[in-house]
């Protein structure tokens, strides 16, 4: 069964910088595509960043150039380092799998952008 930890959110001002952690339990890690997906308040979860199993990355329009998806496959563990943060971006950002889902979702990290 999957486990998906989420950490890293916070509260930071427009311009700063988050960076968020996923650590994956339960599955081959490093033979799957991951993903982040954010859900901000009264707005349907969207897809921001996937990282292929070979390192291919893809990024939403809305924070391409700003975001940047990483993974290490020795600790399981799928980041997303955030720069630039806008009011925009404020959520709770979840990962799971690359395109589609492993059937649960972890609790999520809230990111807050606001001065």
């Known amino acids: 069964q999957v486990q998906l930890v989420e950490s890293g959110g916070g509260l930071v001002q427009p311009g700063g910088s988050l960076r968020l952690s996923c650590a994956v339990s339960g599955i081959s890690f490093r033979l799957y595509g991951m993903g982040w997906y954010r859900q901000a308040p009264g707005k349907e979860r969207e897809r921001v960043a996937v990282i292929t199993s070979a390192g291919i990355t893809n990024y939403a329009d809305s924070v391409k150039g700003r975001f940047t998806i990483s993974r290490d496959n020795a600790k399981n563990t799928v980041y997303l380092q955030m720069n630039n943060l806008k009011p925009e971006d404020t959520a709770v950002y979840y990962c799971?799998?690359?395109?589609?889902?492993?059937?649960?979702w972890g609790q999520g990290t809230q990111v807050t952008v606001s001065s």
């Open positions: 799971n799998k690359a395109y589609g889902d492993f059937g649960s």
